[in-house]
């Protein structure tokens, strides 16, 4: 019993390596532990793009220790019959992609992690807060614990909505998510906006009906849920960023247009959106991503999997081919922390899969150095690879 275990955990490491790389899944066909039919059925699990998406929204709502009794209560069931692929990806220590394999014998039990180079670590994931900076210059610190209520405004501490209201301040104001937040704004014309960490929003207090709805994302990356034009008289809404003008009916769209880097992506998920910069301008169907060079004013637009590019919303992260370097960009800007890379080689590294916004940032380095023997430091709240 401990060969064939000692054997599974050797496997689901290397096709676990597989998967983060994007390779073909070699070493699991060239197995003795299954026959054909086992291995397509779990080379369908592992590598299907809806799957895997299924399993990343349900890592959320999945009690992990509950799973994982579950899963060990499978011990003896053949591999088609187990319907524990969600209690899988929630027992792994991070789901990139998911590293869990199944035998008609036995289920794996967890490997033992490879030990981290740590220091004293305060790095924790982001949570819901912001900064709110009314019209007449007053500030208001929002998150979990802290509500405020103010004519046409309320928040609960991880939202903060607005109303129409004639008698309440007009102006400008202004939303601030600091690094390791996010926050959820519903405007006065019931437009969502979700906000990643790191970005800033500006808008009115209130829309008057027939004239455009305009915001700033002054920086950062959002993901707006417009309401229609049709519940405003007509009245188009406009998302202006730093070099560019998004002119919108009534659709779904992400916007990432960080200060850190040279271009705003623009990925439209639902109906259509007018984008105008200095040099050109185009209309954007749903999976199309505009690409705005901010050096050279370039233009691409491509056809993508706009899954990887909204998934934050949905509580994780996909990375499709990233390299090391952006994925710890991203991470870096979550959980508030420095990344230094000593041996610049390590940026281009590419990887594949997908991770939850809760994991420990430990976890997540443990399966990286796990994969490619990549030597790191953790002090305090700077990463260090060497």
Do not use: C
């Not at 220590?93 to 590293?99: A, T």
């Not at 670590?121 to 807060?129: A, F, Q, R, V």
């Not at 519940?231 to 992400?254: I, R, Y």
Request: aromatic share 10%; charged share 25%; net charge positive.
């Amino acid at each position: 019993m401990a060969t064939i275990l000692t054997k599974i955990i050797e496997l689901s490491n290397r096709i676990a390596a597989s998967l983060l790389k994007n390779e073909e899944l070699e070493s699991l066909h060239q197995s003795e532990l299954f026959d054909k039919t086992d291995k397509d059925y779990i080379q369908e699990n592992l590598t299907n793009p809806k799957l895997i998406k299924q399993r990343a929204k349900m890592l959320r709502s999945i009690d992990k220790k509950e799973g994982w009794e579950k899963i060990q209560k499978a011990v003896g069931v053949p591999v088609r019959r187990l319907n524990v692929w969600k209690y899988a990806a929630a027992a792994a220590v991070i789901l990139f992609s998911v590293s869990v394999f199944l035998t008609q014998e036995n289920f794996w039990k967890k490997a033992s992690p490879v030990k981290p180079v740590l220091a004293k670590s305060e790095i924790t994931p982001g949570t819901d807060k912001a900064t709110l900076v009314l019209a007449n210059g007053r500030t208001v610190v929002l998150g979990q614990g802290l509500a405020y209520n103010s004519k046409g405004v309320y928040s609960n501490g991880k939202e903060i909505i607005y109303k129409n209201d004639p008698t309440a301040a007009e102006g400008d104001n202004y939303l601030t998510i600091p690094r390791g937040g996010q926050y959820f704004i519903k405007l006065a014309d019931g437009t969502q906006v979700w906000l990643n960490s790191e970005s800033k929003l500006k808008f009115p207090t209130n829309f008057k009906d027939g004239h455009t709805r305009s915001v700033e994302l002054v920086y950062g990356e959002a993901y707006f849920d417009v309401s229609p034009s049709t519940k405003h008289k007509g009245a188009h809404f406009n998302v202006a960023t730093n070099g560019q003008n998004v002119e919108v009916l009534g659709t779904e769209f992400n916007i990432k247009a960080y200060q850190d880097e040279s271009s705003i992506y623009t990925t439209l998920v639902e109906g259509k959106i007018s984008l105008t910069s200095a040099s050109a301008s185009r209309i954007l169907k749903p999976n199309d991503r505009l690409t705005l060079n901010r050096n050279t004013s370039g233009v691409k637009v491509s056809s993508i999997d706009v899954y990887n590019e909204i998934s934050w919303k949905e509580g994780v992260f996909a990375f499709n081919d990233m390299t090391l370097k952006d994925i710890m960009k991203v991470l870096s800007r979550w959980y508030d922390i420095k990344v230094i890379f000593e041996n610049k080689d390590l940026e281009k590294i590419t990887f594949n899969g997908i991770l939850d916004r809760n994991q420990k940032i430990e976890e997540i380095l443990t399966i990286i150095n796990k994969t490619n023997k990549i030597p790191y430091e953790i002090k305090e709240k700077t990463i260090t690879f060497y």
